[in-house]
């Protein structure tokens, strides 16, 4: 395993662990696959589905060989996370208008978002190097999932988030778990450079996606989804886009599978941001080079509502690597998307909606072919944003194409069959 420098190349030595390389550029984990059987890997890890109460019983620590093999099994902090489902609703497919789609439900982790699959492994290898503290700036969902983890290892967490556009329910589980929160004034990104500056100064150990060993934990998703596929992954991944960090590990991850000969094609990856906080949409748009950040974005997707995404390089690094695009959406879109994902019954928090919503769209456009498969990466449960329900149902503030109100009645057999049968008609 090396540390490399993603813009100037530079080798870090992984044991003397930082964020940055000197130059400033982000680091990213580079492992040594030369030695691995790929037809041995896939007999591991179709083994290692019947384990329990193991690391290994995790989605996560199942393929620890491509994710960290180097550290010790005692070191892994795991609540046995991934192992989520993976569903192909048909209110989807026609919505959506493709025939073959699918949504992997990383809302169904241990602490209800795609965040875990990364935080086990940010959280064990700081465990490793000795840490106590842990400490991340987060919308919500990195936020409770650090809290979550950093209370099974015994150990302190201290959580940045912004004092306003976020969801009270992400806080307030954040709390439950323990961790000293504190609510600033100021964006994700105000908190992300704090930490850069301050966190080696406070004995922090930083899990934000700056980290890259929680990139190496999220390709994880990407290991698990092949496997339930039998290594045969759609044509499209479409994943939403906040911090980047998950559009850059499973990027990563495909990467991976295909290097090793785990699939024979590559599919193209689609980020889907929010019309309010599109920073990267819009630099990938305007074919530029260089990001310009926003520095008041809004959406009613809070999860998505960061103005200067941390891991953009690896992100177009990633889109380069899978011919892949990016699309924006309004509110309204994620909105009406996640109404139909919830009819469902698997239910998501609106920004992990902008996958459908985003996907819809690129197929009414005739990017993506109505023959073509795609998968939808759902990123938080159903209950992180009550509010966004909420307004969505009952308020009048949204544009809302499938609201389902509450019914007021008498609780009388005549009232009751008559809105049953209205609803027949």
């Not at 939808?376 to 609201?403: M, P, Q, R, V, W």
Request: aromatic content about 10%.
């Amino acid at each position: 395993m090396k540390l490399v420098c993603i813009d100037c190349g530079q080798e870090i030595p992984s044991n003397n662990f930082k964020y940055h390389c000197t130059c400033g550029g982000l680091l990213d984990i580079i492992q040594d696959f030369k030695t691995y059987d790929t037809e041995l890997l896939k007999q591991l890890f179709k083994e290692r589905l019947s384990e329990r109460m193991t690391p290994y019983a995790s989605g996560v620590w199942r393929y620890k060989e491509l994710i960290f093999p180097e550290l010790p099994v005692n070191d892994i902090v795991t609540k046995y996370e991934g192992n989520t489902g993976l569903y192909f609703p048909e209110l989807v497919k026609k919505y959506t208008g493709l025939k073959r789609v699918s949504l992997k439900a990383q809302s169904e982790n241990p602490s209800g978002s795609f965040k875990d699959n990364g935080m086990t492994v940010a959280v064990s290898h700081g465990k490793f190097l000795g840490y106590e503290k842990f400490t991340c700036t987060s919308t919500g969902n990195t936020s409770s999932s650090l809290a979550m983890y950093a209370s099974m290892a015994n150990a302190d967490s201290y959580i940045f988030v912004p004092d306003k556009d976020i969801s009270i329910n992400k806080v307030l589980q954040t709390v439950a778990y323990g961790s000293h929160v504190f609510s600033v004034s100021g964006t994700y990104d105000d908190g992300i450079q704090f930490l850069e500056n301050y966190s080696d100064d406070l004995e922090l150990y930083v899990c934000n996606s700056i980290n890259p060993f929680r990139i190496e934990g999220q390709k994880s998703i990407i290991y698990e989804i092949a496997q339930y596929l039998n290594w045969n992954l759609p044509d499209w991944i479409v994943v939403p886009g906040g911090a980047l960090s998950n559009a850059t590990a499973l990027g990563k991850g495909l990467h991976d599978l295909f290097t090793l000969g785990f699939i024979n094609k590559m599919p193209r990856v689609a980020i889907v941001q929010a019309e309010g906080a599109s920073p990267f949409h819009k630099m990938i748009a305007q074919e530029e080079n260089e990001i310009i950040p926003e520095r008041n974005p809004y959406t009613k997707a809070s999860a998505l509502n960061i103005g200067n995404p941390p891991s953009w390089k690896k992100a177009k690094d990633i889109l380069d690597r899978t011919n892949g695009i990016t699309t924006s959406v309004t509110d309204d879109e994620i909105l009406d998307a996640k109404a139909i994902i919830d009819r469902t019954g698997i239910g998501c928090e609106p920004a992990s909606a902008a996958t459908v919503a985003g996907l819809r769209n690129l197929v009414s456009q005739q990017v993506i072919d109505k023959d073509e498969s795609a998968l939808c990466i759902l990123t938080g449960n159903i209950l992180k944003d009550t509010d966004a329900l909420n307004d969505y149902h009952f308020g009048e503030s949204i544009n809302a194409n499938f609201k389902n109100p509450l019914q007021p009645t008498s609780l009388t057999y005549d009232s009751i069959q008559r809105y049953i049968l209205n609803l027949q008609r």
